[in-house]
């Protein structure tokens, strides 16, 4: 009698759920690439649209949000050469959901996210998708999302939302103190002052911006009969420091938008980059809003003036 030898199968670790990608995603933190499938997140696979990876090779010159474009781009590639990767850049798309147009990105992307839940739901189990738990679609695109749901309503496997991470709480304070200039502002700025008295009913934080309203600049010179922000003010102890538009770190000014107005918010986080009294600069805004491009210039600057030893990019 010949004996039998009968080999016990390993258990395989179960799988987590599909995470599919949404441009803004991507560039919002292109950090989640690896978040959502590493760590306690290993069970996951990460899918990468291949109208995402267009999108990304579209913006990875321009100015504001090339950097992470660039970033998330380096990342994917890196994670889609690593043995047994657990990120996919899918390239197979399906427009049998009614309402789909071939020719929009946004409906391209949702088209992917059709094909992919076909292939989980298949028997196949040499197909990628096979056995995974759900499709987690993940957009910050509010418009996307109200389309997304309704075009996978029929889904129960699909769910749509938008990328959950760790962060500072976001204050969003629409409180900018403003202050109306008369005549006699008018005249001390001719004189060649730098700082104007603060009206101490402003209760300001030191460091903390008022807008300036006014009809003329911060030399006093006249420059029309409304009364708007020509220049700001920032709280340096009982005085309010002015700043002008035209202030540079490392050569490089705020930039205006498209109808030509100043961004103060840029203007008064160039001035604080520029003190070497500031110990720490926090800046808080969206994708594109210079938050990046402005720390460099001010790292750069203070390196040069040998106000630091070394720049730190994390």
Same mark, same amino acid.
């Given at each position: 009698?010949?004996?039998?030898?009968?080999?016990?199968?390993?258990?395989?670790?179960?799988?987590?759920?599909?995470?599919?990608?949404?441009?803004?995603?991507?560039?919002?933190?292109?950090?989640?690439?690896?978040?959502?499938?590493?760590?306690?997140?290993?069970?996951?696979?990460?899918?990468?649209?291949?109208?995402?990876?267009?999108?990304?090779?579209?913006?990875?010159?321009?100015?504001?949000?090339?950097?992470?474009?660039?970033?998330?781009?380096?990342?994917?590639?890196?994670?889609?050469?690593?043995?047994?990767?657990?990120?996919?850049?899918?390239?197979?798309?399906?427009?049998?959901?009614?309402?789909?147009?071939?020719?929009?990105?946004?409906?391209?992307?949702?088209?992917?996210?059709?094909?992919?839940?076909?292939?989980? %739901?298949?028997? #196949?189990? =040499?197909?990628?998708?096979?056995?995974?738990?759900? &499709?987690?679609? @993940?957009?910050?695109? /509010? !418009?996307?999302?109200?389309?997304?749901?309704?075009?996978?309503?029929?889904?129960?496997?699909?769910?749509?939302?938008?990328?959950?991470?760790?962060?500072?709480?976001?204050?969003?304070?629409?409180?900018?103190?403003?202050?109306?200039?008369?005549?006699?502002?008018?005249?001390?700025?001719?004189?060649?002052?730098?700082?104007?008295?603060?009206?101490?009913?402003?209760?300001?934080?030191?460091?903390?911006?008022?807008?300036?309203?006014?009809?003329?600049?911060?030399?006093?010179?006249?420059?029309?009969?409304?009364?708007?922000?020509?220049?700001?003010?920032?709280?340096?102890?009982?005085?309010?420091?002015?700043?002008?538009?035209?202030?540079?770190?490392?050569?490089?000014?705020?930039? %205006?938008?498209? #109808?030509? =107005?100043?961004?103060?918010?840029?203007?008064?986080? &160039?001035?604080? @980059?520029?003190?070497? /009294? !500031?110990?720490?600069?926090?800046?808080?805004?969206?994708?594109?809003?210079?938050?990046?491009?402005?720390?460099?210039?001010?790292?750069?600057?203070?390196?040069?003036?040998?106000?630091?030893?070394?720049?730190?990019?994390?």
């Amino acid at each position: 009698m010949s004996d039998m030898i009968v080999k016990k199968e390993e258990p395989q670790t179960p799988k987590g759920n599909i995470i599919v990608f949404d441009t803004c995603v991507v560039i919002d933190d292109p950090e989640s690439v690896d978040t959502v499938r590493i760590g306690e997140n290993a069970n996951n696979l990460a899918v990468i649209p291949w109208q995402v990876m267009l999108e990304l090779d579209k913006m990875k010159t321009r100015p504001g949000v090339g950097h992470e474009a660039r970033e998330a781009v380096r990342r994917i590639r890196k994670a889609s050469k690593e043995p047994n990767s657990n990120l996919i850049i899918e390239n197979q798309v399906s427009f049998s959901c009614g309402g789909l147009d071939k020719s929009l990105s946004d409906h391209q992307i949702m088209a992917t996210v059709v094909h992919i839940s076909k292939k989980i %739901n298949s028997n #196949d189990k =040499k197909n990628p998708y096979f056995g995974y738990k759900k &499709i987690k679609f @993940l957009t910050n695109d /509010e !418009i996307l999302q109200a389309l997304s749901e309704v075009v996978f309503r029929q889904n129960p496997n699909i769910l749509i939302e938008p990328l959950l991470k760790n962060q500072v709480k976001e204050v969003e304070d629409k409180s900018t103190k403003k202050v109306r200039l008369g005549e006699k502002d008018r005249k001390e700025l001719e004189k060649g002052v730098t700082r104007l008295p603060l009206d101490k009913k402003l209760n300001l934080k030191e460091n903390e911006m008022v807008m300036f309203l006014s009809n003329f600049n911060a030399c006093g010179k006249i420059v029309g009969d409304a009364f708007k922000t020509h220049f700001i003010g920032i709280k340096k102890g009982n005085q309010l420091e002015i700043i002008k538009p035209d202030i540079k770190v490392f050569s490089q000014a705020a930039l %205006n938008d498209e #109808d030509g =107005k100043t961004n103060w918010g840029q203007v008064a986080a &160039i001035h604080m @980059l520029k003190d070497p /009294e !500031i110990k720490a600069v926090f800046l808080q805004g969206g994708a594109g809003s210079g938050k990046t491009f402005l720390a460099l210039a001010g790292g750069l600057e203070a390196k040069k003036d040998k106000n630091c030893k070394k720049i730190v990019i994390m």
